[in-house]
């Protein structure tokens, strides 16, 4: 079912198989005839995530690359879309000898084709392949085909299938239910595909007596029936995998050995976020998608990591710019975060909370139209452009700081075509920014956006007090900025949360956290004295 958390779990299961010291990759099958995740609405499937090559993808491929520290591409991610765009080029090639074009080969054959290459070209010991959406779905029902031949063929030694159901627990009868979970099991055999362990989603560990019914109705043995119970972080699901014994027991299936897990420093994290210090940090999130916190899903990560790190309790607060008019919401606060985000709904929401971090004091983040905005609220408030903005929220504006890039102007397809992918950018001596990445020159970070900072504007700003302190490696494009005699103020048009990791957490977040930290610290000593 769609929001069960296959991605957490097949990524938590790569985790453990990473702990084995085995190569790993992971792919991610997306049902949907989009293209990709581009032009998705975050309330459609949450976050829009984007690797290193451009491609924009569910974001299910940002917790793989989180947990198992790697950099996927395109290929990682498999839409019914892309496979039918192919197809499609081959016959009016003529490909296909003059023969009809089928679902069954021609469609099954190409998924096939597609995923054995992947996994060929990233030499992995361990494949690991989601198959999006519900199972009995009409259009699923080419990717269960396409997996089903792939075990007949490679083997069925070399193919294992993990089934992940609801086992729903009804607060009136307080009994865990396994009706969903045998039902799956049913049409997921309709379709050919005998499962060789079920991971059954439920708030709270499985009842001895459910994990029997369901071997018993489903034809599996009892050790591969698996609680996937509620926890206090996704982080810790691998190590709820290793006490039910699932990564041993498919390593046992497919043949392979199952040595002592090392998971190094990630142990450690986990128990940090588990039960962090004393000290609690309050940072808003404000944003326009923010009654969906998977619109923000990295950023989210990206906190958490940098917050273990720290040993700070973390608050997140997510707030909608939409109807802000000012900026008492925030009071209380100890840092501000502005994320990204298209079109005009919530700018002035999200210039107000810029404006409160600026002349407070308040640590503050800009990422991609949080710096474009960052740029905005100080022409206006600084400089005196009046009705400073974007051409993007206000195509009149008197003061266009922030314009469409040249080579986007001439566009007509949306799919694709933004600033899209990593870029690298030159950071200046002495700035807080290059203090942040270790003193280092060259950064590169993801980007996806189509307007930038009007050149045209640049000098003023600059002579007004604003930094750009980062720029690309011509100078025509301005990367980051910050505020010097601010705490931090600091702002990007790159999305650096797309890198963070766990055992890495990005270094403007951890940077960020830490101004929050030392507020936080000065505000409950400020409280103490007074009481």
Known sequence: MSGLGKGGVTSSLARTFAARQYSVTALKIDPYINIDAGLFSPYEHGEVFVLDDGSEVDQDLGNYERFLDITLTRDHNITTGK?????????????????????????????????SKTAERDDADITLIEVGGTVGDIESMPFLEAVRQLQREKGRENVAFVLLALAPELSVVGEQKTKPVQHS??????????PDAIICRSRRPLDSSVKKKVALF???????????????????????????????????????FSPNPLYGPWKKYVKTIKAPGKLTVKVAVTGKYTSLRDSYLSIHESMIHAAAHLGVDLDLAW?????????????GTDGIIVPGGFGSRGTEGKIAAIGHARENGIPFLGLCFGFQLAVAEYARAVCGLERANSTENDAETPHPVIDLLPDQRE????????RLGTYPATLAPGTQVRALYGGAEIVDERHRHRYEVNHAYVEQLEKAGLVFSGRSPDGNLMEFLELPGHPFFVATQAHPEFKSRLERPAPL???FLKAAAERARTRLKGKKATE
């Open 218 to 256: 489903c034809n599996v043995p009892e050790d591969a029936v698996i609680s996937d119970p509620d926890v206090g972080t996704i982080y810790e699901l691998p190590f709820v995998f290793e006490e039910e014994g699932l990564p041993n027991s498919l390593c046992n299936r497919l043949g392979a």
């Open 83 to 115: 496979v039918y765009r192919e197809v499609i080029a081959k016959e009016r090639r003529g490909d296909y000898l003059g023969k009809t074009v089928q679902i069954i080969p021609h469609i099954t054959d190409m998924i096939k084709e597609r995923i």
């Open 319 to 331: 707030m909608e710019t939409t109807d802000m008019a000012d900026s008492v919401a925030l009071e």
């Open 509 to 511: 977040f951890l940077g």
């Open 185 to 194: 099991v049913h049409t997921l055999m309709g379709a050919g595909i005998q």
């Open 411 to 418: 566009i007509q397809d949306m799919g694709g075509t933004m």
